[in-house]
């Protein structure tokens, strides 16, 4: 007999380490685009785990190819060759038409392993190490050390200081404060392609080509974020792909495996060439077999179902939608985002009670900063789907 809703959330408060307020509610499966709570309630999920969840649940044809490998192998270890690992390696080389991979446990990993590269790709060069790495104000790359020194807020920062050194924060979307921080000490320049927990703020095209030209200019490593806008959420494979740059190195995790806990960071030519090495990186668990069938299963089935572009086709409908109801409410101040990451900028009322009311409707919705409601459904999302998170949000306002 399952234990009540009560119990449950007592036991894992008596058992699990407080670093989240998390909303009273325990799920407990998944079908499609919703989701369902032990007491039974059904939720439209329009959070899909934190952007993660891109094809839903139980979507057909990945349940049944990680059955299929963990009946088979789950882990090796970096010490031998996996197919599951190399075939998930040559998928993610080739949608992004970058070079290397390297596989990690979570989009906090890529972070560091990205900031590693470009460590050692200007080390190599004059065995400097006072290196510098030019990072973006109201960023998040992640908790770890690395990661943190990269993230540009300060109430993230403050109790965990001293964080890496060398790291000198500029504007988002303003290119003269980028170029001002460039020096010879300059390595690399960190950024996401949107800005996601920030508030949900593309990169505008002429800011991220400008960036990419100073790289170019001073041979310094563009990194770029992809850990949340990337695998199709944009409608494109990385959101990238629309500036018409390419990065030296990109991050991505999140989307990447659809619910199983897996990231990577992709190294183009330049960075691969010269940079990390046998003995300058490493993980136990990073591109194990059980990880990496469930990405080379997610591209075989974005591109077997044209996922990316059903994102384009839906999305259209979305921005539609959102826009009337920003016009229509007052304290919705505007719409802000790229394909199936949006934002709802929410001014005059407190947009956590929004998303606790949604919750009372049926609807999962999160935030992003301190105002924002942040909307990042699975990316298999129907017109019909928008239609009825329009209609369960519009009764939580």
């Keep these: 007999m399952t234990e009540n809703k009560e119990t449950i959330i007592e036991r894992a408060e008596g058992a699990v380490l407080h670093t989240y307020n998390r909303y009273p509610l325990v799920l407990e499966k998944g079908e499609g685009v919703y989701l369902y709570d032990t007491d039974g309630k059904k939720y439209l999920d329009f959070a899909a785990g934190i952007a993660v969840q891109a094809l839903g649940y139980h979507y057909p044809g990945y349940d049944e190819a990680l059955k299929a490998q963990i009946d088979k192998l789950s882990h090796t270890s970096n010490l031998f060759y996996n197919v599951p690992a ?115 703020y593309p990169a505008d095209k002429e800011f991220l080509k400008g960036v990419k030209d100073l790289c170019e200019e001073h041979d310094i490593l563009l990194i770029l974020d992809e850990i949340q806008c990337g695998m199709g959420r944009t409608g494109h494979m990385f959101a990238w792909q629309e500036y018409g740059i390419k990065p030296d190195v990109m991050t991505c995790a999140k989307a990447l495996g659809c619910g199983v806990p897996v990231g990577a960071f992709v190294l183009g030519e330049k960075a691969a060439g010269a940079s990390l090495v046998p003995g300058d990186h490493g993980t136990t668990y990073g591109g194990n077999p059980f990880a990496c069938a469930a990405v080379s299963t997610v591209f075989d089935l974005y591109e077997k179902n044209k996922i990316v572009d059903h994102v384009r086709a839906v999305s259209a409908y979305l921005e539609q939608k959102l826009d009337a109801l920003a016009e229509k409410y007052d304290f919705i101040k505007e719409r802000r985002g790229k394909g199936l990451i949006q934002g709802l900028e929410v001014q005059g009322r407190p947009v956590g009670e929004i998303v606790v009311k949604s919750q009372e409707m049926g609807l999962l919705v999160i935030t992003a900063g301190n105002n924002v409601l942040r909307l990042v459904p699975p990316l298999v999302i129907e017109n019909r789907h928008v239609d009825e998170m329009i209609e369960k949000l519009e009764r939580a306002f």
């Excluded at 460590?119 to 992640?142: C, L, P, T, V």
């Excluded at 504007?171 to 001002?180: F, P």
């Design 86 to 200: 190399m075939e998930a390696a040559e998928k993610l080389v080739k949608a992004s038409g970058m070079s290397k991979v390297f596989f990690t446990n979570s989009g906090t990993e890529a972070i560091e392993g990205a900031l590693k590269t470009a460590r050692k790709y200007a080390w190599q060069k004059d065995r400097g190490e006072d290196h510098e790495i030019i990072a973006m104000n109201h960023s998040f790359h992640g908790r770890s050390m690395g990661a943190l020194s990269v993230t540009g807020n300060e109430a993230y920062q403050a109790p965990f200081r001293p964080l890496v050194g060398g790291i000198r924060f500029a504007g988002y979307n303003d290119l003269d404060s980028v170029r001002a921080l460039i020096t010879d000490k300059t390595c690399g320049i960190i950024l996401e392609t949107i800005q996601g927990e920030g508030g949900i």
